[in-house]
């Protein structure tokens, strides 16, 4: 069984970079070759894949937020963080760590879908807020 948890903040101003980091524990083995991934729900909406970091260490990002979107590995540590910058109070949200066998995102029109149902583990979810 392997555990998901995020961490960071829970308020940030508009204009600055909102960081999390998933600290990943239990059986690792099971899931040396998965990708862990970033989604977000914001209120109101689906559920919305930004990113992920390959078992290989490749990185890939949704192309709507690439600009503003960095996601990162700490091996000795089993963690992996996401910087999100220049945020505003549409990146209000609840933002979750999860991790898949294999790359799912669904991307059309301004926004990358994420199903529940391909990540095989899931963080419980941190709130953040963009506001003054």
């Known amino acids: 069984q392997v555990q998901l948890q995020e961490s960071g903040p829970d308020l940030v101003k508009p204009s600055q970079t909102l960081s999390l980091t998933c600290s990943v524990s239990?059986?690792?083995?099971?899931?040396?070759?998965?990708?862990w991934n970033w989604i977000r729900q914001p209120p109101g909406k689906g559920l919305e894949w930004m990113g992920a970091?390959?078992?290989?260490?490749?990185?890939y990002y949704s192309p709507f937020l690439k600009s503003r979107t960095s996601i990162s590995r700490d091996t000795s540590k089993n963690q992996f963080s996401l910087q999100l910058s220049s945020v505003t109070p549409e990146d209000t949200a609840v933002y979750y760590c999860a991790i898949a066998p294999q790359m799912n995102s669904y991307c059309s029109g301004y926004v990358c879908q994420a199903l529940r149902h391909e990540y095989e583990y899931w963080g419980q979810g941190t709130q953040v807020t963009v506001s003054s």
């Open positions: 970091i390959g078992y290989d260490g490749s990185i």
């Open positions: 239990g059986d690792s083995s099971t899931t040396s070759n998965y990708y």
